[in-house]
């Protein structure tokens, strides 16, 4: 019976939670619009003093060229303190930062945020540490500020 208990206990709780798929990319769904939810993500990012590099909007790249996959930004952002610490680490680190997030409307019209957690990202480099100090912070933020631009 104990079992059974905390195995609902379990499912209930892990619907709620964002999971990272077997490639590393955390998927969460938002109760606004993509526009909203990015609003909302780059307005909480830049409260907290990280710099917004450049906000994309592939939607509208792909009407350009006659296509539709609906509504769809990317954010592109960091923080030079967090990401100097990994460059400093492994050079090559320049590759995947400053870090990114997507919004976009899935097929069946909802808006969901996909970011790559960051021990997975950068822990395709050698000189990175999975718990290194700065992988945990940049982990921490993302989880806080996703999860703040979904509600």
């Known amino acids: ?7 609902l206990v379990m499912s ?4 709620g939670t964002a999971m990272a798929g077997d490639n590393g990319i955390i998927r969460k769904e938002s109760a606004k619009g ?3 939810t990015m609003d909302a993500l780059q307005s909480a990012l830049e409260g907290a003093g990280l710099t917004i590099f ?4 592939h939607g509208a790249g792909a009407q350009g060229v006659g296509e539709d996959i609906g509504a ?3 954010l592109i952002f960091g923080n030079p303190k ?3 610490q990994a460059m400093l680490d492994d050079r090559t680190a320049a590759l995947f930062l400053p870090m990114k997030v997507a919004v976009f409307e899935d097929e069946t019209g909802k808006t969901l945020i996909a970011y790559e957690a960051p021990a997975e990202m950068l822990g395709k ?3 990175i540490a999975d718990d ?3 992988v945990q912070t940049m982990t921490g933020a993302l989880g806080k500020f996703t999860d703040g631009a979904a509600q």
């Open 125 to 127: 480099l050698g000189g």
């Open 34 to 36: 993509v526009v909203e």
């Open 72 to 74: 769809s930004q990317l």
């Open 54 to 57: 450049a906000r994309v909007d």
């Open 12 to 15: 209930v709780f892990m619907a």
């Open 82 to 84: 967090l990401g100097t």
């Open 1 to 7: 019976m104990m079992r059974i208990l905390m195995a």
């Open 132 to 134: 290194a100090a700065y």
